[in-house]
C-alpha cells in the first residue's frame, strides 16, 4: 500500500518578521502561511501592522528580524521591482495608474514591445497584449482609451491585468471595493473567485468584514503589530472579527439613540431640481436630528449634498435654514448660515496632505482668528481652540503644528475633516461616506461623535452606502433613486428589504 503524497509546502511564509520606527515596535514576531490557490483575509484596525507587513513583501521596507520564504525559496526584496520579479503583485486602494496615459500604456510601462532591430514600441504587439489582459479580466474597452476616461471600476480591473501581465503568482488587494458601486464590485468578485479557481493565490485587506468572511479562505488578525488571531473563515464572524481587532468585546457597536423631540427645523429643501441630477426633492432636518440618505452610487445622494451645500448649481426650488431662505447659496454664504459639509473624498477635497493638523483646522474658520483689520491670525487662541476641538474628537496627536496630514491613519484624517468644520460651530452637518477606508475602531469613535452632535443639537445629514451604519445612528431614513425620494422611513419601520426595494424599484416577492 502507496503512502499518501507528502501535503505542498505553503507558498508564502512568514517567520517571526519584527519592524520597529524609532524604537516604537511595528510588527512583533508575526508569523504566518498561505497555501498556493488560497485566499488569506488580512484584517485589523489602521496602524495595527498590515500595511508594514506588505511593504516588507512587497520589497519597500526590509525586517528587522525573521524571514520570508515564497514558492520554497528566501525571499529578501531590495525593491518593489524584485518582488514583481518573484511574481507578487498589488493592488492598491490608491490605484498606482497614470490617468493621462492609455490602457495599453499602463499595462506596460516597464517593459513596452519593440519592433525588432529597432528602439521604437511595436504598436500592433503593444494592443494586441493589451487586449489579451484586458480579455481574462472580461473588460471590453479600448486599449488606447486613456485611464482619466475609465470608472472606478474599470481601473480597479486595469489594475489587476497589470498584475495578470506580469505573471503574478501572488495577488496583494487593499480595499478593492471602497470606490466601486455594487455592480462593480459582484464583478470584481466574479473574478476573484475565477482566478482563485485557475490557482491565484490572494491576501485580502479590508475593512468590510462581510466580504472577508464571503471570499476569504483564512483569516489572520492584526492588534498592534501581533498576531491575534488566525484560522479558517469558517471560525470566525464579525463579531468576533471586531473583538479582536479592537481588543475588547463590543456589545453594541451603535450609542443608543432616541428619536430627537419635536424640534425645529435646520435645513429644509422644497422641490429642488435639476435635470439629470434630482428631480422635485424636499425634506425637513430638525435639530438633533440623523437624518439618513440612502440609495445606490449614481441615485443623487452626493449630487443633492453638493447642491445643499452651494458647491454644484440647482434649477428650481428652494433651500431654507432655519427657516429663512438661503439665495443664490454658495459655501462661503452656507458656511455663514451655520453649514458643514464633509465630503466622501477626504483626500484630495477636505484636506491639505501636506500641511500640519493646526493649518488644516484654521481653513474653515480663519476669519475668527484672522480678524480685520491686520489679518494676522491669533496663533495663542487658535491653539487653545485647536486643543479643545482636538479633545472633542479625540484625536490622537498632541503636537498640532508639527504633524502633517499626511502622517496620520485614515481614521485620524477624517477627525482632522470633522474637527475643521466643528470650529465654526455649525447648526448642520452633511457627513458623505464619512467612514470609508476607516477601521473598525475608529469608526465606533465616529458613531459616538455623530451621536454626541445630535445630542447637542445639530442637525445630521447622512450619507452612507453601509445599511448598517443607517439603521444605526439614524432616526429617519430617505431612500433615493434616480434622483428623487423614493420612500421615507421612521425608526420603528426600518426594514431592510423595504429599502431595497425602494432603491432598486422591485416590488415584494408574493
Known amino acids: 500500500m502507496s503512502s499518501p503524497a507528502p501535503a505542498a509546502p505553503p507558498l508564502l511564509r512568514f517567520d517571526r518578521i519584527q519592524k520597529s520606527f524609532f524604537g516604537v515596535p511595528v510588527l512583533q514576531g508575526i508569523s504566518l502561511s498561505l497555501d498556493q490557490g488560497r485566499a488569506l483575509g488580512l484584517v485589523g ?7 508594514t507587513l506588505m511593504n516588507i513583501l512587497g520589497g519597500n521596507l526590509a525586517p528587522d528580524a525573521g524571514r520570508i520564504e515564497f514558492a520554497g ?60 489582459l484586458l480579455e481574462q479580466v472580461s473588460l471590453d474597452i479600448d486599449s488606447d482609451t486613456p485611464v482619466e476616461r475609465l470608472t472606478a471600476g474599470e481601473r480597479q480591473l486595469v489594475e489587476i491585468a497589470k498584475a495578470l501581465g506580469i505573471e503574478a503568482r501572488l495577488l496583494i488587494l487593499d480595499e478593492p471595493t471602497t470606490s466601486l458601486t455594487d455592480l462593480e464590485t459582484r464583478r470584481l468578485f466574479d473574478l476573484l473567485e475565477r482566478l ?91 435639530a438633533g436630528e440623523i437624518l439618513g440618505l440612502s440609495g445606490l452610487m449614481g441615485s443623487g445622494r452626493s449630487e443633492l449634498a453638493r447642491i445643499l451645500f452651494g458647491l454644484d448649481p440647482f434649477g428650481a426650488g428652494e433651500i431654507l435654514v432655519e427657516g429663512k431662505p438661503l439665495r443664490r447659496p454658495r459655501p462661503i454664504r452656507c458656511l455663514r448660515r451655520g453649514l458643514a459639509f464633509v465630503t466622501e473624498n477626504r483626500r484630495e477635497e477636505g484636506l491639505c496632505l501636506e500641511a500640519s493638523i493646526a493649518d488644516n483646522l484654521l481653513l474653515v474658520a480663519l476669519r475668527d482668528f484672522a480678524p480685520p483689520p491686520a489679518r494676522w491670525i491669533r496663533r495663542r487662541p487658535l491653539q487653545a481652540a485647536a486643543a479643545r476641538i482636538r479633545s472633542a474628537v479625540r484625536l490622537t496627536p498632541t503636537a498640532l503644528d508639527s504633524h502633517p496630514v499626511k502622517t496620520l491613519s485614515g481614521g485620524n484624517q477624517q477627525k482632522v475633516v470633522l474637527a475643521k468644520w466643528l470650529l465654526s460651530q455649525p447648526r448642520v452637518i452633511i457627513l458623505d461616506e464619512p467612514t470609508r477606508g476607516i477601521d473598525v475602531g475608529a469608526k465606533c469613535e465616529f458613531y459616538q461623535l455623530i451621536h454626541d452632535l445630535a445630542a447637542r443639537g445639530t442637525g445630521i445629514l447622512l450619507i452612507s452606502s453601509e445599511m448598517e451604519e443607517l439603521l444605526g445612528l439614524c432616526h429617519r431614513i430617505l431612500v433615493l433613486r434616480q434622483g428623487a425620494i423614493r420612500d421615507e422611513l421612521q425608526r420603528p419601520e426600518f426594514d431592510r428589504e423595504r429599502i431595497l426595494r425602494a432603491a432598486l424599484h422591485t416590488e415584494r416577492a408574493p
Open 196 to 286: 482563485r479557481g485557475q490557482g491565484m493565490t490572494m491576501i485580502y485587506i479590508s475593512h468590510h468584514l462581510a466580504d472577508v468572511l464571503r471570499f476569504c479562505d483564512h483569516i489572520a488578525v492584526l492588534r498592534d503589530g501581533e498576531l491575534v488571531g488566525s484560522g479558517p473563515a469558517s471560525a470566525f464572524n464579525a463579531t468576533r472579527l471586531i473583538s479582536l481587532m479592537v481588543g475588547r468585546q463590543l456589545d453594541q457597536v451603535f450609542p443608543g439613540s432616541a428619536p430627537p423631540p419635536d424640534s425645529p427645523p435646520v435645513l429644509e429643501a422644497r422641490r429642488l431640481s435639476h435635470p439629470g441630477i434630482i428631480d422635485q426633492v424636499s425634506f425637513t432636518l430638525r
Open 73 to 132: 525559496l528566501p525571499h529578501q526584496p531590495r525593491s518593489p521591482l524584485e518582488a514583481a520579479a518573484a511574481g507578487i503583485a498589488f493592488v492598491h486602494q490608491e490605484l498606482n495608474l497614470f490617468p493621462n496615459l492609455s490602457v495599453a500604456e499602463n499595462l506596460h510601462l516597464t517593459a513596452f514591445p519593440r519592433r525588432r532591430g529597432f528602439p521604437v514600441i511595436h504598436r500592433a504587439l503593444l494592443r494586441a497584449k493589451t487586449r489579451a
Open 45 to 51: 484596525e489602521n496602524g495595527a501592522g498590515k500595511t
